[in-house]
């Protein structure tokens, strides 16, 4: 089993609807958990981190965590053209230094 | 606040040559790693320096590849001599304060071995 799994897509969304992007991890002991977004030639960009069980809103996104699934999630709102990239999902390791990371999730948002 | 910059941004050498990478950390962070992305793959940890101090190489493939941070702020990555598997971008993050904290990452170096 692969350490961080993501479904590669691509998800596409019309403009203005729910996107939601999955994420499974396989240690138990993790404790942070990242989403990045990705444009094509460009920096991972940190969008969201969340560290509790639960949701945290930020903005249009809002991140979902279960522990005890071992799954992690992140809903964009009102999705728009500009959201259109590759969304990298990253746990740290046990020590929390080193991250892991899916291998992303393409969303496509047609306007 | 200047992000983290890596240079060059693109590389193209032949096999046997050697490259150097380098990265600026965003100022402060004292946290600062190597990743690797090959091509079809996810983006993979090399190493870890605290300050100028290597804390985990772990993900080093192996010894063509040395990573050093001389007095704590930029770093270099060199590969000597480049093999055809080493094409990929390289990707530098850095991070402030304790463990667990988000890591911010640069463009990237986009290594061809021809």
């Known amino acids: 089993q692969k350490e961080v799994e993501q479904n590669s897509g691509p998800l596409s969304v019309p403009e203005g609807a729910i996107a939601s992007l999955n994420c499974t991890y396989s240690d138990r002991v993790s404790q942070s958990f990242f989403w990045y977004r990705q444009y094509s030639g460009k920096s991972p960009e940190l969008i969201m981190s969340?560290?509790?069980?639960g949701d945290k809103e930020d903005g249009r996104f809002t991140a979902q965590l279960n522990k005890a699934s071992q799954y992690v999630s992140l809903l964009i709102r009102d999705s728009q053209p500009s959201d259109s990239a590759t969304y990298l999902c990253a746990v740290h390791n046990q020590a929390g230094t080193a991250l892991i990371f899916g291998k992303g999730t393409t969303l496509s948002v047609s306007s | 606040e200047a992000g983290v910059t890596q240079f060059p941004s693109h590389s193209v050498i032949e096999k046997g040559q050697t490259v150097t990478l380098r990265c600026d950390p965003i100022?402060?962070?004292?946290?600062l790693y190597w990743y690797r992305r090959v091509m079809g793959k996810e983006i993979k940890f090399l190493l870890h320096?605290?300050?100028?101090?290597?804390?985990?190489e772990s993900g080093m493939p192996n010894n063509r590849f040395l990573a050093e941070r001389t007095g704590g702020t930029y770093s270099t990555l060199k590969v000597q001599p480049a093999e055809l598997e080493d094409s990929g971008v390289y990707f530098c993050?850095?991070?402030?304060?304790?463990?667990?904290?988000?890591?911010?990452f640069g463009d990237g170096t986009r290594l061809s071995i021809l």
């Open positions: 969340i560290y509790s069980n």
């Open positions: 320096f605290v300050k100028e101090s290597k804390q985990d």
């Open positions: 993050a850095s991070s402030q304060g304790p463990i667990g904290q988000p890591q911010h």
């Open positions: 100022s402060g962070h004292d946290n």
